[in-house]
């Protein structure tokens, strides 16, 4: 993976000076909260109903097990022993106090990390395939080009204050398993018929309020290209986008206002002044960063593990982990691991400070050191030999780490909620832990096979509700009360869609019977093997409509334990309720 | 007073804002050295283009190219951030700059505070009349925050990757 240089370490560290100062002047007042706001938020901190939460930046996912273990340490040290994997590939602890924050941004800078740009309005951490250099179905190893996109967005100093959050993902797969579509800008690194490498550019995708499917501006970009082709972008945004309404801000509204043939023509304009200047990438700095992403030293394995086969036909636990939790690996005789931080009864991506050690460990005895994290809130260990298999699941197991439900019905995607973030209607994490204690059923999960269930507390989409095939979204209604919305039909990938709204909200308590009803009705028309979601694109939303509102749904009363959230000890007083 | 070329200095110009009731067409622009509103130059260009002591401010939606054919004509330009939080002025100073070729003073008014200098002194301003509320002494030091920078800007025309060598990969591991 990526190491810092000097210039790379000293750029972090005058931020860690910069920061304490600004936190300096706060404290004494010299800086009004309003004026911190935006400078604390461009450093990932958030003010939560409880406390500072602060976002930690994980470069397109991957880190080290000295980082993770460094993220053990500041649970420990400064929160409450755990922390938050994120969506788009980041942790977050959430119960900081502001003073200590300057000490953990500086640990951070020890293990070359740091929180820089993980909020506001300008250009945030790049996400990417958390398989890239060792999935079967690669293109093109998106790393080099996701670092090289970090160092160029770091400290951009014209688009600091954009309009809005701005967001990219790198994918150089076939299968996007970035989100690329739903992404401000998504990008597929892809080979043309002459074997070149270049980016199919993808414009004004997102999530939020209006999700919306991204457009292709670019068909075809050479590689060289890319942070002069962004840059013509970002200073269209820049200068149209619009600032009086922040639900319009985001560049996907100014793309579809103008249209993605005039969007592309004003880029292009921009775009002619800046091609082949000092912004272009060179070959050199391109092998540069690529030399630090090159394969570990994997063995020549050339036998297919005979113990492996014996110990799955014996044990059906792990028959089902091998299934669901491991992946093909591009090499023989190695394959990808994904722990799963989704287990019944804890909060979708949270992982305390044992089980970040325990992976880190992991990592060190099977993977090479390294990890990565998803954007379905899981970790990854990428180059696992065939022949650890058993022990590292045995480890896993011990450790909470080895639910064998990836891609399956419990591994949902949820928000924090309106336990914890102050723009939520509604309670995401109480939803997702009493979903997964109804489906707890691991045979019934199987069953239903891939289906991606996702929860947010608001319209912003945090929890990827509008591309979760069943999407859970917290609604405002007028009496202030707690209401949720389904939708069906939502999806990542190659295949984006968003998910259309079955019907009028429902309660707390009767979401899970509409989620057992929606897959009732799967049950009875699914043909074979059809995933959830080809049921849902083959016959349409009327069918699981219809047998939803069919028949009444009991709203049974609420056991007063479920307000408060049972894993924080803390009592829950959002305002809202 | 004003921070210009990184140090404290006397300022004898005037910044001129309308008031609600005035009109760019027929407002007074005083005598001496004064900085006017954009609209206001295009509404009296007749009558103002002989005068030598005149600079001209844009307003943060106001586009740099209505100034492309008469910006030779000024030393002092300025951009005017209503709140910080709003940055197009930081595009507007990229193209006077980088595109148009502006050379003269170029002056960040409005709510200017110590912690977006930097990014504005990388954009081609180099002069800033930080909101009177605060201590210059103070906001001069937020132009010194970062030693080194990785992309372009007008203050650099090269990226990091370009101007120094970089280290490798040496190691065969982690």
């Not at chain 1, 397109?60 to 649970?75: C, E, K, N, T, V």
């Not at chain 1, 110990?311 to 636990?317: D, G, I, M, Y």
């Not at chain 1, 096979?449 to 989409?461: D, Q, T, V």
Request: glycine content about 6%; hydrophobic content about 40%; charged content about 25%.
């Amino acid at each position: 993976m990526y190491r810092y240089d000097q210039y790379d370490q000293q750029i972090v560290n005058e931020r860690v000076a910069q920061y304490r100062d600004q936190v300096r002047r706060r404290l004494s007042n010299e800086l009004a909260e309003a004026e911190f706001r935006p400078l604390r938020l461009q450093n990932g901190l958030y003010m939560q109903i409880h406390a500072y939460m602060l976002r930690i930046a994980v470069p397109y996912g991957l880190l080290s097990s000295r980082q993770l273990r460094m993220f053990a340490h500041i649970a420990r040290k400064y929160d409450r022993d755990y922390g938050h994997f994120t969506t788009r590939q980041n942790i977050q602890f959430n119960w900081l106090k502001l003073e200590d924050t300057p000490e953990i941004l500086a640990d951070l800078a020890s293990v070359e990390m740091h929180a820089i740009q993980t909020s506001g309005n300008c250009i945030r951490n790049i996400t990417s395939d958390e398989y890239a250099g060792v999935a079967v179905d690669e293109v093109v190893d998106p790393r080099p080009y996701a670092e090289i996109l970090r160092q160029w967005s770091t400290f951009h100093p014209e688009f600091a204050y954009l309009p809005r959050k701005f967001k990219i993902a790198v994918s150089g797969a076939k299968e996007d398993r970035a989100a690329i579509a739903v992404h401000d800008i998504g990008l597929s690194v892809i080979k043309n018929a002459q074997g070149e490498v270049g980016y199919r550019v993808l414009v004004g995708g997102g999530l939020g309020r209006t999700p919306i499917i991204g457009s292709v501006i670019c068909e075809f970009l050479p590689w060289q290209h890319v942070m002069t082709y962004i840059e013509a972008i970002l200073r269209i945004y820049n200068q149209y986008g619009r600032r009086d309404n922040i639900y319009k801000a985001r560049i996907k509204i100014l793309v579809k206002a103008l249209g993605i043939e005039e969007f592309k023509r004003q880029v292009e304009t921009e775009w002619a002044d800046l091609k082949d200047g000092p912004g272009t990438l060179t070959s050199e700095e391109l092998n540069r960063v690529s030399s630090y992403f090159t394969a570990p030293a994997y063995e020549k394995i050339t036998d297919v593990d005979p113990g492996l086969a014996s110990f799955k036909s014996e044990n059906k636990a792990f028959a089902n982990w091998l299934d669901q939790n491991v992946k093909p690996h591009r090499v023989p005789g190695y394959a990808i691991v994904v722990l799963s931080l989704k287990k019944t009864d804890v909060a979708p991506g949270d992982a305390s400070a044992e089980q970040m050690d325990a992976a880190a460990d992991l990592a060190d005895q099977f993977s090479f050191g390294e990890l990565r994290i998803t954007h379905k809130q899981n970790l990854v260990l990428a180059d696992v030999k065939n022949s650890d298999l058993v022990t590292l699941w045995k480890i896993a197991t011990a450790n909470g780490l080895a639910s064998p439900n990836i891609g399956l019905l419990s591994d949902m995607i949820s928000c924090p909620g309106a336990e914890f973030c102050t723009l939520a209607n509604a309670r995401s994490i109480p939803l997702a832990k009493m979903i997964a204690a109804r489906f707890d059923n691991l045979d019934f999960q199987h069953d239903i096979g891939e289906i991606e269930l996702n929860i947010s507390g608001c319209m912003n989409a945090c929890g990827h509700n509008s591309v979760g095939n069943i999407g859970i979204t917290g609604v405002e209604k007028k009496d202030h009360g707690e209401w949720y919305q389904v939708s069906l039909g939502g999806s990542k990938g190659n295949n984006s869609s968003i998910g259309k709204i079955i019907g009028p909200s429902f309660s707390f308590n009767q979401v899970p019977e509409v989620i057992d009803r929606l897959l009732q009705v799967y049950l009875r028309e699914r043909i074979e093997a059809e995933r959830f979601i080809d049921t849902v694109r083959r016959i349409g939303i009327k069918p699981f409509k219809e047998f939803v509102y069919a028949a009444e749904i009991a709203d049974g009363e609420e056991e007063i334990s479920v307000f408060k959230p049972a894993q924080y000890s803390v009592p829950f007083y959002s305002q809202r309720f | 007073m004003i921070i210009k070329n990184k140090a404290i200095v006397n300022d004898d110009w005037t910044v001129l804002r309308l008031a609600e009731n005035e009109a760019p067409e027929n407002v007074t622009v005083p005598a001496g050295k004064v900085i006017v509103p954009l609209k206001v130059w295009c509404a009296q260009r007749e009558k103002l283009q002989d005068r030598d002591d005149l600079g001209v401010w844009f307003a943060s939606d106001e586009r740099p190219e209505a100034l492309k054919d008469d910006i030779g004509k000024f030393t002092v330009i300025a951009v005017d951030f209503p709140k910080f939080g709003d940055g197009r002025g930081y595009s507007i100073a990229y193209y006077l700059r980088a595109r148009f070729g502006y050379a003269g003073e170029l002056r960040a008014i409005g709510d200017v505070l110590r912690d977006q200098m930097f990014y504005m002194q990388r954009v081609g301003f180099d002069a800033f009349a930080p909101r009177p509320d605060r201590n210059i002494q103070d906001a001069l030091k937020g132009l010194n925050d970062f030693s080194e920078a990785y992309q372009a800007a007008v203050d650099q025309k090269s990226p990091l990757f370009r101007r120094v060598q970089r280290n490798e990969n040496t190691s065969a591991d982690l």
